[in-house]
Nanobody, 127 residues
Framework: QVQLVESGGGLVQAGGSLRLSCAAS????????MGWFRQAPGKERKFVAA????????AYADSVKGRFTISSDNAKNTVYLEMNSLKPEDTAVYYC????????????????????WGQGTQVTVSS
């Protein structure tokens, strides 16, 4: 059974930075793409970023390009989301997710491509 545990959320002022971590267990981590999604109150869960199973490809939502960076450490079974120049509109619960298909060639930027989810970590950006 796969478990994903996020950490690193918190309260930060606009323009600040945070780094989210997601520790995975129960599945061969390096065989699956990993993604980050976020959900603001009353809104649907949306794609933020993803990294391919090989780590060689990444994808970002337009709203975070140039500000957020996703990376992974296979030795630690952990994926990270470095968030810089944070804006109040980045406020949301951030979820880590694991792709449902091993060695998938393309990165799937929708929730339907992922079958394992963490519990979420709150990120609040004050203006």
């Amino acid at each position: 059974q796969v478990q994903l545990v996020e950490s690193g959320g918190g309260l930060v002022q606009a323009g600040g930075s945070l780094r989210l971590s997601c520790a995975a267990s129960g599945r061969t981590f390096s065989n699956y793409a990993m993604g980050w999604f976020r959900q603001a109150p009353g809104k649907e869960r949306k794609f933020v970023a993803a990294i391919s199973w090989s780590g060689g490809r990444t994808a970002y939502a337009d709203s975070v390009k140039g500000r957020f960076t996703i990376s992974s450490d296979n030795a630690k079974n952990t994926v990270y989301l470095e968030m810089n120049s944070l804006k109040p509109e980045d406020t949301a619960v951030y979820y880590c997710a694991a792709d449902s298909v091993p060695f998938r060639i393309v990165i799937v930027p929708t929730t339907t491509g992922y079958d394992c989810w963490g519990q979420g970590t709150q990120v609040t950006v004050s203006s």
